[in-house]
């Protein structure tokens, strides 16, 4: 079954300090790669994806995340965090099939200090 | 404005009671899921449905039931056979179906909270 790791649960970081996110998933074939975040109090929503092309992928608000096929990684970083950075982040894969599915990860909750 | 709407907010039942959470969209999707939110388990699948009247159990959907009458909506009811029903509750939609749209985003409802009384 497919899986989707991520490796920090929490992470504090000061204002300007740069981010990167771990996610880590395990299926061999071909994958679609999502980075979701949920602010305090809001609607889940898209960050950026990777369906296919260029590994490095732009997102909102200055994000971006790498794909790194031989390593199954899609570690999402910005250089430079803000306070409204404050979110939970999580990383998901598509199935792979035609269903569309999402497998997510547990999430890693990240606090910026101004 | 188009997305998903999600009600009530804030849901409390007594144990043994069955309780049905609203999800509602106007962004003409044809699917739609539910995920159930646990602090540090991320979101795990609990049905889903391609196409009116067809939906398929997710990965946990023990406790759970589902109906898909209209597109427009995909109401969920939490059963007093779920063991653990207390959590944060989620829906979602895509635009399309099938292998040539697997980078389609899901768009996210704002959730509803059970508590268990």
């Known amino acids: 079954a497919q899986s989707v790791s991520q490796h920090n649960h929490h992470v504090i970081l000061s204002e300007a300090a740069s981010l990167e996110l771990g996610c880590n998933y395990s299926?061999?074939?071909?994958?679609?790669l999502f980075w979701y975040v949920q602010y305090p109090g809001q609607h889940l929503q898209l960050l950026l994806k990777?369906?296919?092309?260029?590994?490095l992928v732009k997102g909102i608000k200055g994000f971006e995340a790498e794909f790194i096929k031989s390593k199954f990684s899609f570690n999402l970083r910005k250089p430079s965090v803000q306070w409204s950075d404050t979110a939970e982040y999580f990383c998901?894969?598509?199935?792979?099939?035609?269903?569309?599915?999402?497998?997510f990860g547990t999430g890693t909750l990240l606090a910026v200090q101004p | 404005d188009g997305g998903i709407t999600q009600s009530p907010k804030y849901l409390f039942r007594k144990e043994g009671q069955n309780v049905t959470l609203s999800c509602e969209q106007n962004l003409n999707h044809d699917a739609m899921y539910w995920y159930r939110q646990d602090p540090g388990q991320g979101l795990r699948l609990i049905y889903y449905s391609q196409i009116v009247n067809d939906f398929q159990k997710g990965d946990i959907a023990e406790g759970y039931s589902v109906s898909r009458e209209k597109k427009e909506s995909f109401p969920l009811t939490v059963t007093s056979a779920q063991k653990n029903p207390t959590a944060f509750y989620l829906c979602?939609?895509?635009?399309?179906?099938?292998?040539?749209?697997?980078?389609?985003?899901?768009?996210f409802g704002p959730g509803t909270r059970l508590t268990v009384l």
């Open positions: 299926y061999g074939g071909t994958v679609n």
């Open positions: 979602a939609s895509t635009g399309a179906w099938g292998a040539a749209t697997r980078g389609n985003e899901q768009f």
């Open positions: 990777y369906f296919s092309g260029d590994p």
């Open positions: 998901a894969v598509n199935d792979g099939g035609a269903t569309n599915k999402l497998i």
